[in-house]
């Protein structure tokens, strides 16, 4: 029995292993990538799902801008499943990334069943921060990310697009902007615990069935959210916006608290007393 076991490690765990692999990025590193793009390129090479850690030149200690235009293709000629592109946990230094011919920071391509992961960065100074098109069974996670001072914070086409700890604020247009086609199906799309404040047109410009749940949205010139489908609205500050909640059609809006508007379960229209104008 013992040797059994042992024949099938022998053979299985070097095939596991080809199926998950680490690239880093550093710059100041000739034993690392030199760009995103290109450690991007290497694991679309490959079956499986892989990592993309981007390390700070500046060892952590000062922000560092890598300007490129990022490109994740999951749907064209790859064998690629999924990629997480991540900050290095260990390094408190913010990394920045900003488009380099004034277009999308990062674009995101999806397939079917990939998954696509970013984590961890400031995200600015592009015409998009993110811009995504999304796929059939398809998976886009944004966790971690200041996104701001961009034209658009998250242009989203059709992606699964779930958002969880992040802060969308000052971008000059709306802070996430959806468009896309209203026939596609099984498209679920969520935002948690993020703040969206500052924009300079709607907060959150909506084109299907979202969850948005713990955020705060305050502060957008032209409104905090505008949808024309069916939104979750659940236990969110939504304040000092032009106009608070623009929807076309059923809006379930719970345990919140929202300017001028007092009906709904659990809802109240108190002043959060927010400690500075960012928060």
Not at 161 to 171: G, P
């Amino acid at each position: 029995m013992k040797t059994l076991i042992l024949f099938i490690f022998i053979i299985v765990f070097p095939f596991l292993t080809c199926l998950a692999e680490t690239y880093y990025v550093d710059p100041s590193n000739t034993n690392n990538s030199n760009s995103i793009q290109e450690a991007i390129n290497m694991a679309r090479r490959h079956e499986g799902n892989h990592r993309v850690i981007v390390l700070n030149p500046n060892k952590g200690l000062e922000p560092y801008t890598y300007q490129e235009d990022i490109k994740v293709n999951l749907r064209e000629n790859t064998a690629c499943e999924s990629i997480c592109l991540s900050k290095n946990k260990k390094e408190t230094g913010e990394i920045r990334l900003s488009s380099s011919s004034n277009s999308a920071a990062i674009e995101v391509l999806s397939g079917k069943d990939t998954e696509t992961v970013i984590e961890g960065f400031t995200i600015c100074g592009s015409v998009y921060g993110i811009k995504a098109k999304g796929g059939d069974r398809e998976k886009l996670k944004i966790s971690d990310c200041e996104i701001r001072n961009n034209l658009f914070g998250i242009l989203d086409i059709n992606s699964n697009l779930q958002i969880r700890n992040c802060n969308i604020s000052r971008n000059y247009d709306c802070g996430i902007m959806e468009v896309g086609n209203n026939k596609i199906e099984n498209i679920s799309k969520e935002i948690f615990h993020s703040f969206i404040n500052s924009n300079g047109s709607y907060g959150l410009y909506l084109d299907k069935i979202w969850n948005i749940v713990n955020c705060t949205i305050t502060n957008n010139e032209e409104g905090g959210i505008f949808a024309t489908n069916r939104i979750n609205i659940i236990n969110n500050i939504i304040r000092k916006n032009d106009t608070q909640i623009d929807v076309d059609k059923n809006c379930n809006v719970i345990y919140s608290d929202i300017q001028d508007r007092r009906t709904g379960e659990g809802n109240i229209d108190e002043d959060p007393l927010f400690v500075d104008s960012w928060s």
